[in-house]
């Protein structure tokens, strides 16, 4: 089945600083979504992007789905982006069934 | 706010027990999913429902199995608890704009 790895496993940041995230999956992607793990444990969606870029204030998303990756990119980092970054994806069976890579844990401090 | 709720939220049993966790949701979307959360491994797919009494399995289903006889509950069954199904488990719909998952609270389980 489909691989997905996420980069770096683990990241501490300075608050204010800038950061990317990578998500590099094995095979054709339908769909493509970012999630970010809060400390309390919810999961909250950041972006749907099985292709191109969005933005979204601070955060913004590229995948580039012929070269099999994807970037999310976070600017003048804040104690509350602190958690898990998760990347998942769907392969192109048709089954919507989503593989997770295992996530960045990030840790910015104040 | 995808309106999905799980029961229990939290819940300790015994080695052998049956277990079931409920998803309800309130939108009347036609994917449900069942993932596991383990440190090390992200989250892993149980079980998904593509519509009423239509399931498959997903990577990690051995020990689990699932029920889905109306719309808006899908239920996620251990028959025989066991310490390794000690985890946090997450219920997902996929809907919004197309096919985005969202996710529920979650519920912990731990098995003794």
């Known amino acids: 089945g489909i691989q997905v790895e996420q980069s770096p496993p683990d990241l501490i940041l300075q608050e204010g600083a800038n950061s990317t995230l990578r998500c590099n999956f094995s095979?054709?992607?339908?769909?493509l979504q970012w999630f970010h793990q809060n400390p309390w444990g919810q999961l909250i969606n950041l972006f749907y992007?099985?292709?191109g870029t969005k933005q979204n204030g601070r955060l913004s998303a590229t995948t580039v789905a012929t070269e099999r990756y994807s970037l999310l990119y976070i600017s003048s980092s804040q104690t509350t982006d602190s958690g898990v970054y998760f990347c998942?994806?769907?392969?192109?069976?048709?089954?919507?069934?989503?593989?997770f890579g295992t996530g960045t844990r990030l840790k910015v401090l104040a | 706010d995808a309106g999905i709720t799980q029961s229990p939220r939290h819940k300790v049993t015994e080695t052998g027990t049956p277990v079931t966790l409920r998803c309800h949701q309130t939108?009347?979307?036609?994917?449900m999913y069942w993932y596991r959360q383990d440190p090390g491994h992200g989250l892993r797919l149980i079980h998904y429902?593509?519509?009423?009494?239509?399931?498959d399995k997903g990577e990690v289903s051995d020990g689990y199995s699932v029920s889905r006889s109306k719309t808006e509950d899908f239920l996620l069954t251990l028959e025989s608890a066991t310490s390794s199904q000690t985890s946090v488990y997450f219920c997902?719909?996929?809907?919004?704009?197309?096919?985005?998952?969202?996710f529920g609270p979650g519920t912990r389980l731990t098995v003794t």
């Open positions: 998942a994806v769907e392969s192109t069976s048709g089954t919507y069934k989503y593989i």
């Open positions: 095979d054709s992607v339908n769909n």
């Open positions: 992007i099985p292709s």
């Open positions: 939108e009347n979307h036609r994917y």
């Open positions: 429902s593509y519509g009423v009494k239509d399931t």
């Open positions: 997902a719909i996929m809907g919004g704009r197309g096919y985005e998952q969202y």
